[in-house]
């Protein structure tokens, strides 16, 4: 099973702080992605990337940025944090498309409050 | 708009009998459809799904129908256990263009002993 990792598992900040959030998969998946996860709006894609150095727009990405730095990382920043950012924030990467295998598979979650 | 609709928030069925979970989508381009099981404190796990070019997968005791026409997919879980009890998330890709599973939000399955 595709590994994928998260940190931090929870972070604490104050509105206007600089967060970033870490994510590394260790199964050379081509694609990586960022959703937030909030009650009453289920799972909702921030941004995603096709490889490093890629970035592609998801469906909710004001306020964030992200950066594919290498095959196995992926970065979410929150440049100014705001306490409607406070979420469950999930990574996934699968390893293609179009051929059987668009499985995604999630690291375990980074909870963010921002206070 | 939402692209990927779950109207059922929850629901509730008894232990050994039918759970019927539905979705309905608004994007014709979506070719993969599929279900995510995901328990509370926990990530969301692939359970089963579909490729457009077919309307019906089984897998043990899950089945995926699929409805282009009405854009719209279902999983059914047969003898459904306490242990089915999560969240089921409906997800949908395009894989023509946008390599992306848009998610519902979710019904929250109960099985009750």
């Known amino acids: 099973e595709a590994a994928v990792t998260q940190s931090p598992r929870n972070k604490v900040t104050v509105t206007g702080g600089n967060v970033t959030l870490s994510c590394r998969q260790t199964?050379?998946?081509?694609?990586m992605y960022w959703y937030r996860q909030d009650t009453g709006h289920g799972l909702r894609l921030i941004h995603y990337?096709?490889?490093?150095?890629?970035?592609q727009i998801g469906d909710v990405p004001d306020g964030y940025k992200a950066t594919r730095t290498t095959q196995e990382d992926f970065f979410l920043l929150l440049e100014l944090a705001s306490p409607s950012q406070t979420s469950l924030y999930f990574c996934?990467?699968?390893?293609?498309?179009?051929?059987?295998?668009?499985?995604?598979?999630f690291g375990s979650g980074t909870r963010l409050t921002v206070l | 708009g939402q692209q990927v609709k779950q109207s059922s928030p929850s629901l509730t069925v008894q232990e050994g009998g039918i759970s019927i979970l539905n979705c309905d989508y608004e994007?014709?381009?979506?070719?993969?459809f599929a279900w995510y099981k995901k328990y509370p404190d926990n990530s969301p796990t692939l359970l089963i799904s579909?490729?457009?070019?077919?309307d019906k997968r089984e897998d043990g005791r899950l089945t995926v129908f699929l409805n282009k026409s009405g854009k719209h997919f279902s999983l059914h879980i047969t003898a459904s256990q306490p242990e089915d009890t999560a969240v089921y998330l409906c997800?949908?890709?395009?894989?023509?263009?946008?390599?992306?599973?848009?998610f519902g939000k979710g019904t929250l399955l109960t099985v009750t002993p």
């Open positions: 990337s096709y490889g490093a150095g890629n970035l």
């Open positions: 994007n014709d381009m979506f070719d993969y």
């Open positions: 997800a949908a890709g395009d894989g023509g263009s946008n390599y992306k599973l848009t």
């Open positions: 579909v490729r457009s070019n077919v």
């Open positions: 996934a990467s699968s390893e293609t498309w179009g051929a059987t295998a668009e499985t995604l598979y």
């Open positions: 199964n050379s998946h081509n694609y």
